[in-house]
């Protein structure tokens, strides 16, 4: 089966950066989409970035200027490099992938998630 592992979430004051890695192991062929969601307390789970296997990103408003997304694709990994931290971004981060196996079969799989809490 697929595993997704994130990695890097943690406390941080406001103004503060972190960058959450997302490593994607199994028996992959490829990777179409990487995606990184996100859900606070109360709140629906939404989609902060996503980045296909052509390097096409894509970013909520939210964290538009902000936050970047990247890929290495020799490493099946995703990042997602959050700058300006604000208290609003306090959430559970998802990674989430759209993938195709060896044995032909395309999957979507989500990560565990990695807390990211913004307080002074």
């Known amino acids: 089966q697929v595993q997704l592992v994130e990695s890097g979430g943690g406390l941080v004051q406001p103004g503060g950066s972190l960058r959450l890695s997302c490593a994607a192991s199994?028996?992959?062929?490829?990777?179409?989409?990487m995606d990184w969601y996100r859900q606070a307390p109360g709140k629906e789970r939404e989609l902060v970035a996503s980045?296909?296997?052509?390097?096409?990103?894509n970013y909520a408003d939210s964290g538009k200027g902000r936050f970047t997304i990247s890929r290495d694709n020799a490493k099946n990994t995703v990042y997602l490099q959050m700058n300006s931290l604000k208290p609003e971004d306090t959430a559970v981060y998802y990674c989430?992938?759209?993938?195709?196996?060896?044995?032909?079969?395309?999957?979507?799989?989500w990560g565990r998630g990695t807390q990211v809490t913004v307080s002074s």
């Open positions: 199994g028996s992959i062929f490829s990777i179409n989409v």
């Open positions: 989430h992938a759209i993938l195709r196996l060896l044995n032909n079969l395309e999957y979507s799989y």
């Open positions: 980045i296909t296997s052509g390097d096409n990103t």
